[in-house]
């Protein structure tokens, strides 16, 4: 089964640039879709980003549409999340996830919904300050 971890987190300051990444092990990611989720305390978590391996396709929260780009490595063992022109609601702890399944795919790019099956990491903190 995939395992993730997230690395890339950090402190910028507003209009700053950070890249997440999402490194997988125990599979490539080849049959997944991956999704970059936020949290900040006392709030769900909510969709950024996700990427559908299957076929390539993206989806973007309409908070981050034109400043951020997700992308997978060509051996489909990474995702990445580039994010640019940070702003300070942008802070929050950044999770990705990984489904397979074409019913989760669906909930989980196009809906941006958290649900059941999406094996999760265990973040990297963001923080946007000046």
């Known amino acids: 089964q995939v395992q993730l971890m997230e690395s890339g987190g950090g402190s910028v300051q507003p209009g700053g640039s950070l890249r997440l990444s999402c490194a997988a092990s125990?599979?490539?990611?080849?049959?997944?879709?991956i999704a970059w989720f936020r949290q900040t305390p006392g709030k769900e978590r909510e969709g950024v980003s996700c990427i559908n391996n299957n076929n390539g396709q993206t989806y973007y929260a309409e908070s981050v549409t034109g400043r951020v780009t997700i992308s997978t490595d060509n051996a489909k063992t990474t995702v990445y999340l580039q994010m640019d022109s940070l702003k300070p609601e942008d802070t929050a702890v950044y999770y990705c996830?990984?489904?397979?399944?074409?019913?989760?795919?669906?909930?989980?790019?196009?809906?941006?919904?958290?649900?059941?099956?999406?094996?999760w990491g265990k973040g990297t903190p963001v923080t946007v300050s000046s």
């Open positions: 125990g599979s490539t990611l080849d049959y997944y879709a």
């Open positions: 996830g990984a489904v397979h399944d074409a019913l989760s795919v669906q909930a989980m790019c196009a809906g941006f919904r958290n649900v059941d099956t999406i094996k």
